[in-house]
């Protein structure tokens, strides 16, 4: 029996334990697998079930953007038919034509016969002699050979000077003349051709200064008025009309400041009396009278989209909108049919912005932050479109809508201030003619505005519209002025008015 070797014996069992070891591991590794089989698919089932909802979800998006390009597409398109054909809104409802009371005019009919048409050809020309060069620090008249050879021209200069005189006092008699509430804009553009208007007042300007030239201080002083008296009757007439717009009344508005700038340089090249200065300064308490509030051309902006709406709903019921553009703009007419929403916009706006306009200056530019406030959802697709892009791909109308109506909102500040600074200038001239006419017959300036006023035997004086208070007024320099818009003396808006006498 061969010797028995139990290292060996030893290492043999062990070998075959790690073996047996090994099969039975091997096949516990093979039982995990084929039982997580079944698991394996069921995930990649789920894989495949997500993949389907994100196909479904996506071509649903894809559906709705082509929806809502489609509905903005639409808007765009009725919007720029209806642009095009804007005449049509004038042709589709029976406008009643409003005639104006007998006691207002047409300003062209004021102007008529007046204008020679030498004027209409030489608008630059007018420009450069009267008013230009006060914009760039320079005297506000030309020098009086080059006025003087361009009134040459004119044919029956003092006729003209004297029609215009004796048609502005029978006007001035009739101011003030209330306009009517404008229910709805029945134009949509201005009935006054405003380019010729603004031309003949220039002309009015450079009779002015021929009259004062001559010796004439009634002649000049009222035909100095002229303007401001355009300007009034302009806006008078047009809201009557139901077409005033921001336009017109910025128009108007630049005229009446004309008159206080002729004023203030007409006045030092004047003899003057008391009777001219206290003329003069009821004159200009009529004009600013004259002139309707910022508020009813704020209005009648207003009024555009409703009355957009009901005259193309007639058209498109009565077929003339498809014959006209080619298609029904029912998606643009019914953004703006109910009235409701449109109020709900902008009738918060025109509150509050009727109250800054019946308050002081002062008061009103903190409340004008509140009234810019409320402007904000109408303003906001223009100030930072980008931003707001994407509400208006997920509420087209809504926000189409709004754009709009923001793009016929005016800058209410600007509105609200050109008209405190017509006042301004009216009130500024005339008084810088009482203070002349004081001063010729003194021979010193009044050492207040208190004495001015005693003199003129009237109980006070027209306050600055912009501080709602007295002038600043200085004899020493001699100065009147106003701290204009910003309320700051010594600033760029300043509106001075005393020039020293020629």
Known sequence: ????????????????????????????????????????????????????????????????????????????????????????????????????????VN??????????????????????????????????????????????????IDARKQAICDRLLQLLASFPVAAPEPTEKQYFTGMIPYVPTRTSVRFLALLAWDAARQGNAQQALLTACAPAAVGATLEIYETQTGALSVMGHALGA??????????????????????????VLQRSDTLVNAFPSPERALANEFNFWPTFARRWKLAIDSG???????????????????????????MPIMTGFRQVCSEPYPQATRRMVEVLAMTEPL?????????????MGFMPETSYREMLLG??????????????????????GALAVALQAFHQEKGAWPADLGELATWLGVASLPQDPFAAAPWVYSAAEPSLLSPGPDLKADSSDDLQFLKAPR
């Open 1 to 104: 029996m061969p010797f028995f070797n139990i290292d060996r014996a030893v290492s043999l069992d062990y070998s075959v334990i790690r073996s047996t070891e090994y099969k039975v591991a091997v096949k516990d590794m093979q039982k995990p697998v084929l039982a997580a089989e079944p698991e394996l698919k069921g995930e990649t089932g789920m894989i495949k079930i997500k993949s389907k909802t994100r196909v479904i979800l996506g071509i649903v998006i894809i559906v709705l953007a082509l929806m809502q390009c489609y509905r903005l597409l639409t808007l765009a398109i009725d919007l720029k038919a209806t642009y095009l054909k804007t005449g049509l809104l004038q042709q589709t409802e029976t406008v009643i034509q409003y005639t104006p009371a007998s006691s207002i």
């Open 107 to 156: 300003p062209l009919t004021l102007l008529d016969g007046v204008i020679p048409e030498v004027a209409s050809g030489a608008y630059t020309q007018m420009y450069n002699l009267a008013g230009a060069g006060e914009k760039n620090g320079g005297a506000f008249f030309a020098e009086e050979k080059a006025i003087g050879a361009w009134l040459a021209n004119v044919p029956d």
């Open 254 to 279: 630049n005229m009446g400041q004309l008159t206080g700038s002729l004023l203030r340089e007409l006045a030092p090249m004047l003899k003057l009396s008391k009777e001219d200065a206290i003329a």
């Open 320 to 346: 003339e909108a498809m014959k006209a553009v080619g298609r029904d703009p029912h998606a643009l007419v019914e953004l703006f049919s109910d009235q409701a929403i449109i109020d709900s916009y902008l």
């Open 379 to 391: 303003t906001r697709y223009t100030t930072s479109f980008g931003l707001n892009s994407f509400r």
């Open 407 to 428: 793009m016929m909102l005016p800058n209410l500040e600007v509105l609200y201030i050109t008209s405190v600074k017509t006042r301004a200038m009216l009130r500024g």
